[in-house]
């Protein structure tokens, strides 16, 4: 929001180009998800949420990787991870165990399901990343959008936000 008669209140209004700025980032921060859901729901029948967790468990050592991991890997909430996983569970993607080193926590692995659905879905996805995000820009502008998003990420996180 542009500022009407200076900085009222001590607000730092945006500026017109600031303003102009924000509102394409909050559209893309937006529309992504959006993109990558349809992509992978048309490619290979799994969301952006399952395919992130298939992703990142496929990468877990071979007994599997705790939720509480699984959360921190992905930034997700513990909630937001234990729900996704028991839905993914029914869907035959995953199982849970009891975990072999204490057997306290849980260790989730994929099953032959889960891991057909990540192979199935990586190609496509890795295809609409690389089409939308890294082929229209040139190496310096990527360069350029790695160090300025590392910037606005670090700004969050030494405020506590992140």
Same mark, same amino acid.
């Given at each position: *929001?542009?500022?009407?008669?200076?900085?009222? $209140?001590? !607000?730092?209004?945006?500026?017109? =180009?600031?303003?102009? %700025? +924000?509102?394409? /980032?909050?559209?893309?921060? #937006?529309? *992504?998800?959006?993109?990558?859901?349809?992509?992978? @729901?048309?490619? @290979?029948?799994? @969301?952006?949420? =399952?395919?992130?967790?298939?992703?990142?468990? #496929?990468? &877990?050592?071979?007994?599997?990787?705790? #939720? $509480?991991? /699984?959360?921190?890997? /992905?930034?997700?909430?513990?909630?937001?991870?234990?729900? %996704?996983?028991?839905? *993914?569970?029914?869907?035959?993607?995953?199982?849970?165990?009891? &975990?072999?080193?204490?057997?306290?926590?849980?260790?989730?692995? %994929? !099953?032959? !399901?889960?891991?057909? &659905?990540?192979?199935?879905?990586?190609?496509?996805?890795? $295809?609409?990343?690389?089409?939308?995000?890294?082929?229209?820009?040139?190496?310096?502008? %990527?360069?350029?959008?790695?160090?300025?998003?590392?910037?606005?990420?670090?700004? &969050?996180?030494?405020?506590?936000? +992140?």
């Amino acid at each position: *929001m542009t500022g009407q008669g200076g900085a009222a $209140g001590g !607000t730092r209004w945006l500026s017109t =180009e600031e303003q102009h %700025l +924000w509102l394409e /980032l909050r559209e893309f921060l #937006s529309g *992504m998800p959006r993109v990558i859901d349809r992509q992978l @729901s048309r490619d @290979s029948d799994v @969301s952006g949420g =399952e395919y992130a967790v298939l992703a990142a468990i #496929s990468e &877990a050592p071979a007994e599997g990787v705790r #939720s $509480g991991d /699984l959360a921190a890997i /992905l930034s997700w909430e513990k909630s937001r991870v234990s729900h %996704l996983l028991r839905r *993914m569970e029914s869907k035959g993607l995953v199982v849970r165990c009891a &975990a072999s080193a204490d057997g306290r926590g849980q260790e989730i692995s %994929l !099953t032959e !399901t889960g891991w057909a &659905a990540v192979r199935a879905a990586a190609s496509g996805h890795v $295809g609409l990343v690389r089409e939308t995000v890294f082929d229209p820009l040139a190496p310096a502008e %990527l360069a350029q959008l790695r160090a300025s998003l590392q910037k606005i990420r670090a700004a &969050a996180v030494d405020k506590g936000l +992140w």
